[in-house]
């Protein structure tokens, strides 16, 4: 499993403080892989989700970071959203 993919479940786990998320949302970072947040957390996972967004490594880890606002992502092709809008704001809004 790719280093991008592990780093991004751990973020998003302190992010959550242990608490699972309402919804589903699958992450694909282009040429790394995929996980999956959900009721359980976040973990490497290619499951089937509500919603899921697709991005390359570097806007990803932008989004992670705080550089990079998952809206303006999305509104410049940067970020790919396919499914429930609102649960990919419902993240979006985690990672902010």
Not at 6 to 18: C, D, I, W, Y
Not at 28 to 36: D, K, P, R, S, T
Not at 74 to 94: I, N, P, W
Request: proline share 1%; with cysteine.
């Amino acid at each position: 499993m790719s280093d991008v993919i592990n780093q991004a479940v751990e973020a998003l786990n302190a992010k959550l403080g242990g608490e699972g998320f309402d919804g589903s949302v699958k992450v694909e970072i282009a040429g790394e892989g995929a996980l999956v947040v959900d009721s359980n957390g976040a973990r490497a996972s290619d499951d089937d989700a509500e919603c899921t967004l697709s991005a390359d490594a570097e806007t990803f880890q932008g989004m992670m970071d705080g550089s990079v606002n998952p809206t303006s992502a999305f509104m410049t092709g940067q970020l790919s959203v396919d499914g429930d809008m609102g649960a990919a704001m419902k993240l979006g809004t985690l990672l902010s």
